[in-house]
């Protein structure tokens, strides 16, 4: 399984956007790129997926470098609500299962 | 339409006790797959289970095992139970949307404690 590395934790300011970065260097040509954030004392869920364009939808945006090596999660106007621990996940197209490979994620603190 | 649910919510049990947890997915889902959450090792994979059929399955010893029903609905069963066993258990729902599966929907967990 392919691997992503996230920075462990990031701090930000409610209204203030949010940059979430993701390395994914050995992503392959059949990777989408999904993020999952998990707020306190919930499951997962889902935000956001692309495969090579950037992608935007109500929760947030998602920027994919040209070599698709990393990307960046982008919330526009964090609140207090958005503090979870978000992950990075690379995920085949052609799937033979529903099997999502986490690693540790990015713990997000946001401040009032 | 509701959530993914799953029962029970906590549970505690004895070392060498097992014990079997429910999830019932979304209406119309046929996926279900089941992950492990500790503070040590996060979120890992279990198994996945299609139209009553296990399609993949994670790197954990054959005391975990499930089943899926053919209402979709889903148990994990744990024997034989250690106290390393303590775990979030996590089940996820989705299904086909044309060729591609869409996102995992997740329940709320189970709690297991070991003691």
């Known amino acids: 399984d392919a691997k992503t590395t996230q920075p462990n934790s990031m701090e930000s300011n409610e209204e203030e956007p949010v940059h979430l970065p993701c390395n994914h260097s050995?992503?392959?040509?059949?990777?989408?790129i999904h993020w999952y954030r998990q707020l306190p004392s919930q499951g997962p869920e889902y935000v956001i997926h692309?495969?090579?364009s950037n992608v935007n939808n109500r929760m947030a945006s998602l920027a994919i470098a040209e070599d698709r090596k990393s990307s960046t999660l982008i919330l526009h106007r964090a609140t207090l609500r958005d503090a979870a621990v978000y992950y990075c996940?690379?995920?085949?197209?052609?799937?033979?299962?529903?099997?999502?490979?986490f690693g540790q994620g990015t713990r997000l603190t946001i401040n009032p | 339409k509701a959530g993914v649910t799953q029962t029970p919510r906590y549970l505690i049990k004895t070392r060498g006790q097992q014990v079997t947890l429910s999830c019932s997915p979304i209406?119309?889902?046929?996926?279900v797959s089941w992950y492990q959450q500790t503070p040590g090792q996060g979120l890992q994979f279990l198994f996945e289970?299609?139209?009553?059929?296990?399609?993949n399955k994670g790197n954990f010893p054959g005391r975990f095992s499930g089943r899926q029903f053919s209402n979709s609905r889903s148990e994990m069963n744990v024997s034989t139970l250690e106290l390393g066993d303590s775990a979030l258990y996590l089940c996820?729902?989705?299904?086909?949307?044309?060729?591609?599966?869409?996102?995992?929907?997740f329940g709320q967990g189970t709690r297991l404690t070991v003691v």
């Open positions: 289970y299609f139209s009553e059929t296990q399609r």
């Open positions: 996820a729902s989705s299904d086909y949307r044309g060729s591609q599966l869409t996102e995992a929907f």
């Open positions: 692309g495969l090579t």
């Open positions: 209406s119309g889902h046929r996926s």
């Open positions: 996940i690379l995920n085949p197209i052609i799937q033979g299962a529903q099997k999502l490979v």
């Open positions: 050995t992503i392959s040509g059949t990777d989408y």
